[in-house]
């Protein structure tokens, strides 16, 4: 996208009042966005996104700008600009930029861009008939395609010069069940960092079937008690929980900071020692993968907690230095727009050696959430609220009727420490996650857990 010796100028400007170390991220993204309803593309946005983001340090400091503008008086102007922001008395000569190939984790097979637009919505049509023809209390069938290919250059002071090609897409799956008086969703969006491959090998039948089937149970479901029982939390998406309210605590943007109640803490039991927590970007085609990171670190396979010992953080190079500590290749951005800042990829908890039949078996009486919904967390104390898109009363050891209305409340270090059962069937579920630097794709994945006692806020009494 830019040449390497007017990345060199550039960095040498945005140097040039004192500051100690610059970086120019270059990005140039193309995207499509299709949405089928009610049987017919009401939606077909396609587009194409390029710009530059500039980033000085001088000690603690930073200060960030961007442009549109690729020519070399445009970048030189706006590293100029950044620069003003800082006076400093480190001058480093002009950096000499070394090129770096990483070769790719992530296999790309088809490329979106190069398949015909009529493919994307077989596939879509495709899903839309599953969901809704799955029973006749599915009154509605949405789905949304989604690809996009990010290509990125990434430049500092310390020699820097390394590329990287992001492709991705995702196809979210929502049914509405109707009685005629109440409606009830269902929801399933299942991604990769793949091409259009993912499409064509992706198990319309059970995604598809799965949203609708959430909206008929959903539907048919009494209303859920409330009180403080044991929860199980299923496999895949049901890792959101920790995913917000621990996972952010142990982003560097919050623990350099001491925003986390994980701060100063590595050493320390956080969990049981049946809980072993990952984040690890480098999982094969996952949605929340990255050859690099957004500072053109390789991704890496990060243990944050193992055996219920805190090991680490997720560390960028700001926070990093702040906290005298080196980066996990954690540092992200939604795009040129942002400065990076630390967060996760494809964060889980490793499996255990229960089975689910075990977990279930051995609860005399609590509440199953099959299926997560959204939620809010306090980052700074871990309090949580989740709604579940799926739940079950368990009683005598077996999954009874199915509740409604069930919303999970808590304090994540707490839950944490409340797991008793973790069970062997890891599975991944993708979303998006919003914080300082924008939204991403990430994954979150557990296999199914039990926790022993979380408040459970329903619409009935115990």
């Avoid at 609860?363 to 989740?386: C, H, L, R, S, W």
Wanted: proline share 4%.
């Amino acid at each position: 996208m830019i040449q390497q010796s007017i990345m060199e100028e550039v960095l040498a400007a945005a140097l040039s009042t004192g500051g100690d170390f610059a970086e120019v991220f270059a990005e140039d993204r193309y995207s499509n966005n299709l949405r089928l309803h009610d049987g017919k593309i009401d939606r077909s946005l396609s587009g194409r996104e390029a710009g530059v983001g500039i980033r000085v340090f001088h000690g603690l400091q930073s200060v960030y700008a961007y442009t549109t503008d690729f020519s070399k008086a445009g970048l030189l102007k706006t590293a100029q600009e950044a620069a003003q922001a800082l006076q400093g008395d480190f001058y480093q000569q002009a950096p000499i930029l070394h090129r770096q190939i990483h070769p790719p984790l992530h296999k790309i097979e088809k490329m979106p861009d190069g398949v015909d637009g009529k493919h994307k919505v077989d596939v879509m049509k495709q899903a839309y008939d599953i969901a809704k023809n799955y029973h006749s209390s599915i009154a509605q069938a949405t789905i949304q395609y989604i690809d996009h290919e990010q290509n990125v250059l990434i430049a500092n002071s310390e020699g820097k010069f390394v590329e990287d090609k992001r492709v991705r897409g995702r196809l979210a799956i929502q049914a509405i069940a109707s009685d005629g008086i109440q409606m009830e969703p269902g929801f399933y969006g299942p991604g990769a960092h793949q091409g259009f491959e993912f499409f064509e090998k992706l198990d319309l039948q059970h995604y598809a079937s799965e949203a609708a089937k959430i909206a008929v149970t959903m539907l048919k479901a009494e209303e859920c008690p409330s009180g403080k029982f044991p929860v199980i939390i299923d496999n895949e998406f049901g890792g959101v929980i920790f995913h917000e309210a621990c996972g952010h605590g142990l982003e560097a943007t919050a623990v350099a900071k001491n925003n986390s109640v994980f701060a100063n803490r590595i050493g320390e039991q956080v969990a049981p020692d049946i809980v072993t927590y990952i984040d690890d970007g480098t999982l094969q085609n996952e949605w929340g993968s990255l050859n690099i990171d957004d500072e053109g670190e390789k991704t890496r396979k990060n243990i944050l907690i193992e055996n219920g010992i805190l090991k680490g953080y997720l560390i960028d190079k700001l926070n990093g230095r702040r906290m005298g500590m080196k980066s996990t290749g954690s540092s992200r951005r939604e795009s040129y727009r942002f400065s990076p800042t630390s967060r996760m990829t494809n964060t889980y908890i490793a499996p255990g050696n229960s089975t689910p039949e075990e977990i279930i078996a051995n609860t005399e009486f609590g509440i199953y959430a099959k299926y997560m919904g959204g939620g809010q967390v306090n980052p700074a104390t871990g309090d949580y609220n989740f709604a579940t898109h799926e739940a079950y009363i368990v009683k005598d050891g077996k999954i009874a009727q199915p509740v409604k209305g069930a919303t999970l409340i808590g304090n994540g270090p707490k839950t944490l420490q409340r797991v008793d059962m973790v069970g062997n069937n890891l599975a991944h579920g993708a979303g998006m996650c919003g914080s300082l630097s924008g939204s991403l794709p990430v994954n979150v994945g557990q296999p199914m857990i039990r926790v022993s006692e979380i408040t459970v806020g329903g619409t009935k009494g115990e």
